[in-house]
Each structure stands twice: as C-alpha cells, then as structure tokens.
C-alpha cells in the first residue's frame, strides 16, 4: 500500500517487506533478472529457468503458502498468500507471479483433497520447488463456462483414460505435471461427475498441437493448444471423490481470484512509481509534467484506487484465513474485478502521463499494460465476477418489509418506512 495500512498486522507488513528483500536478492537474480524478463517477453523462455525459479522459490518458502508443513509447505497464510503474489508482481515478472499463484491454489486443493500419493509425489515435491505446475482447465469450445467441458476420463481397470483437448495452457512445455479437470460422468454442463486428474507431462499420448504464447502480453509461458490421446494415468491420480471436484475447483477459484488480481495490482504498483518519478523529472514547458494538475490528479486517483484494491483484498484473504477458501465469494469476486481492472488502468494511465516514451521498452511500464490486460478474465472475467457479486450482494439488499405496494404511491407512505414511522403530513393527509 501507499497509504497506512492498518488492516495489516505488523508481523503481515514485515512478511511483506522480507518478501520484497528476498525476491530482490535471492531470486530474481544470476540469470532471473531483467535480461530474463525481457526474454521471456520475446518468448525466450527455457524449461531450466522455469526449474531454476520455482526451486529458488521453494528455498524461499513462496511455494504452496498455506499448505502446512507437515505437507510440504510452509504453513502459511492465505494473508501471506496474497503478499507473497503481489510481491512477485511487484519486483518480478507477472508470469513468475502466475506460476506461483498455481502453487497456492493447486497446492491447496492437494492438500484438502488428495490422497496420500497426490501429497507425496505431487504436492510436496512442488511445495520444494522440484516440480514445474500446469493448470489445464481452459479448452476450445469451454472457457468461461467450464461445466461445459469436454475432455473425458474412462475408468479401465486400475487406469484412466483421457481423451480432449485444452488450450492456452500456460507452462504447458515446461510443466512437470497438468492439473487437469475432466468429465469422468454426467452430461455436458453438469457440476456433477466433474472430476480432476494430475497427469505427468511425459505419459504417451499428449502431444502439444500450438504454441499459443505469441499473445499480448504475459509470454514466455509457453502457452500451447494441447491434446490428450488415450492417456493412460494411475488411478491414483484423481484428485479427490471421483465427480465432485466441481465445489474443489469453486473453492480454488476463489482464491485464484485474490491471487491474480494482487499480483496484476503489485505490478501496476511498480508502474506507478515508475510513472511518478518519471514525471517528476520530465519537463513540459520548463516545469514537471507532475506539475500540471490535470497530471497530479491522475497521480492521486491511482494511488486512491491502488489502496482502495489492495484494502478489499486484504479484506477477502482475511475472510479465508479465518473461515477457508470457499469463505468470502463475494468479497473475493469484489477484490478481483476491481483489482484487475484497476491495474490495467493504471498501467494505461502511467503510459499516458509519460508520452511516447511510454510506450518504448525504455521503461517496463508498456510490458506491465500488455500483461496485466488477460487479468481481467483470466482466472475470472469482471463480467462474471460482477454476476458474482451482484447475486450475493441482492441477498444481502433486498428487504422483504419493504412496502411493494407503495411503490409509486410514495404520497400514500414512503415504502422503507413501518406504518408508526411515516412522516406526519403523509399520515394526516
Ligand atoms: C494470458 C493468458 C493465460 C492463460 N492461462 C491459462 C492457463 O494456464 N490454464 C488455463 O486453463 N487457461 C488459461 N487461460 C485461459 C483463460 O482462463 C480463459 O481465456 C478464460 O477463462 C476465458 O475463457 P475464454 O477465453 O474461452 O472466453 P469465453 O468463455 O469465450 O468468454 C469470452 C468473454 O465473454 C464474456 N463472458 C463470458 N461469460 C460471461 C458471463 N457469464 N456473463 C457475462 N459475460 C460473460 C467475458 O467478457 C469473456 O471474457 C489463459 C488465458 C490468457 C489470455
């Protein structure tokens, strides 16, 4: 935050704090920094680096933050999970962000789900950052809408076997595994008999039909359009009760979506300061451009804006802390949609006040508006998020004492007062 954030507590303001310091030093360093950044943005990404990050970030204890220690992680918060996030976006790349942001999620559902072999042999190994993730849900004719999926899983004998085709998969050449949901019963676009299923990146029969990442922005994931073809897996690897993933997947969206939106909004945060201190040494007419007021004043609705989201995000992850991650929808719907579609804003915003050099790679500022852009749907799209919030919130709104009748006959009595409350001159008339 820019502002004082008393809705931290100060062992919370110094994880932050810590996390930016190591990020800085231990991370995002010998061969992880700017040169990296600007490589991947040109996807020129490589499966060691994707290994050297996530190792470096499960010496770091950034992996699987709420998984406790028992299993893998270091027993975290969800409060710590969304610093963490927004740290990486902040002094790193937005898509170390993401392949972090999988780990918490994922890992979380490993933990409250799986059985014993998930935990060994998925979970802990990622949590130590041995293991690249991949999270295939999106395919070619269901996004948005992922009852609708297609990709089936048969039982036969001890195996799985699965048949479909995902795309945009982030990772997807350099993951060791694929977190994959699948319909393993049911009929198109029913919750039920939505399961999921962990499938090793090197089974026979997946074979990566596009690569995907020359996109707008957040590359150097090696997203592809993938197939599975008869893939055989262990029966061990469902996640879970077979057909009931579809509350698991619910669940690890919702907190998916204070993840993304805090590490659009620690990126869109760098932007700013870029922006601020650029302006406050560029001159326009022999004076700072942050002199002129119609610039300053942009300045202060970010920095308003930018608190106001990290606030609301704290809010949600302090819900899930103290009642789990399916806690709090609404909340965590509000926290992603403005958080995404503020640190595109400000991200644009920041360009605008700077000019033409803006939009150069002179400043990372024109990378961060091309990466924070898919946050406004991935993950959740702010349409869908505001259907969230709007149904809860008209729970929370509508009153039932309130007079329908009066409606339109407010000179008869106002509809939101009882009878023994109308103002006199309506009662008298
Ligand atoms: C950079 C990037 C990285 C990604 N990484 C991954 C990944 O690693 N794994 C993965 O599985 N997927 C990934 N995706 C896919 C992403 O999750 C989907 O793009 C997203 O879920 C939207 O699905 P869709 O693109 O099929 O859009 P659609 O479902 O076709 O929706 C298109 C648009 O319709 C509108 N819309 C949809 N539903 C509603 C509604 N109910 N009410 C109102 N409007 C609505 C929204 O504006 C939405 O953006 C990634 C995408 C991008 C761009």
Redesign the pocket.
């Known amino acids: 935050m820019i502002g004082e954030d008393t809705v931290l507590t100060d062992e919370e303001e110094t994880y932050l704090a810590d996390a930016i310091t190591t990020l800085e030093t231990e991370v995002f360093v010998d061969g992880l920094g700017h040169d990296h950044f600007r490589a991947l943005d040109e996807n020129d990404g490589s499966r060691e680096e994707w290994q050297e990050y996530v190792s470096r970030m499960g010496d770091a204890g950034f992996n699987a933050i709420s998984v406790p220690e028992a299993h893998g992680g270091p027993g975290g918060t969800i409060i710590e999970t969304v610093l963490a996030e927004q740290a990486i976006g902040y002094c790193g790349n937005i898509v170390h962000a993401?392949q972090t942001s999988?780990t918490q999620h994922v890992g979380r559902t490993m933990y409250e789900h799986g059985n014993q072999h998930i935990r060994e042999a998925y979970l802990e190994p990622m949590a130590a950052g041995d293991l690249v993730v991949?999270?295939?849900?999106?395919?070619p004719r269901?996004?948005?809408?992922?009852a609708h999926l297609e990709t089936d899983a048969e039982k036969d004998g001890d195996e799985w076997v699965i048949n479909g085709e995902?795309?945009?998969?982030?990772?997807?050449p350099y993951a060791d595994f694929y977190f994959t949901p699948v319909r393993t019963s049911g009929d198109d676009g029913d919750r039920e008999g939505v399961s999921i299923i962990v499938i090793d990146r090197d089974t026979d029969g997946i074979e990566l039909l596009q690569d995907q990442s020359d996109?707008?922005?957040?590359r150097g994931?090696g997203?592809s359009w993938m197939r599975f073809d008869d893939v055989r897996v262990p029966e061990a690897n469902l996640v879970g009760n077979e057909g009931e993933a579809w509350s698991y997947i619910t669940d690890e969206l919702n907190l998916e979506h204070l993840t993304v939106a805090r590490y659009c909004l620690g990126a869109s945060q760098q932007a700013l300061e870029i922006a601020a201190n650029y302006t406050a040494n560029r001159e326009v007419n022999e004076r700072p451009v942050s002199r002129y007021q119609a610039v300053n004043h942009k300045v202060a609705e970010m920095v308003t804006k930018l608190d106001g989201a990290y606030l609301l995000n704290t809010r949600a992850a302090r819900i899930m802390d103290d009642r789990g991650v399916s806690a709090g929808r609404m909340e965590s719907a509000m926290a992603k949609w403005l958080g995404n579609e503020l640190a595109h804003e400000i991200a644009d915003t920041c360009i605008q006040i700077m000019g033409g050099i803006g939009t150069t790679t002179s400043y990372p500022v024109e990378q961060t508006q091309r990466d924070v852009r898919?946050g406004?749907?991935?993950?959740?799209?702010?349409?869908?998020m505001?259907?969230v919030v709007q149904h809860d919130a008209y729970k929370l709104l509508l009153d039932e004492e309130f007079d329908a009748e009066l409606v339109g006959n407010e000179r008869e009595g106002l509809p939101w007062l009882n009878e023994d409350e109308q103002p006199a001159q309506i009662a008298d008339e």
């Open positions: 993401c999988l991949a999270q295939a849900y999106t395919e269901s996004g948005t809408d992922l995902k795309r945009f998969i982030d990772f997807a996109w707008h922005g957040f994931t997203a898919a406004r749907f991935m993950g959740g799209a702010t349409e869908v505001k259907s």
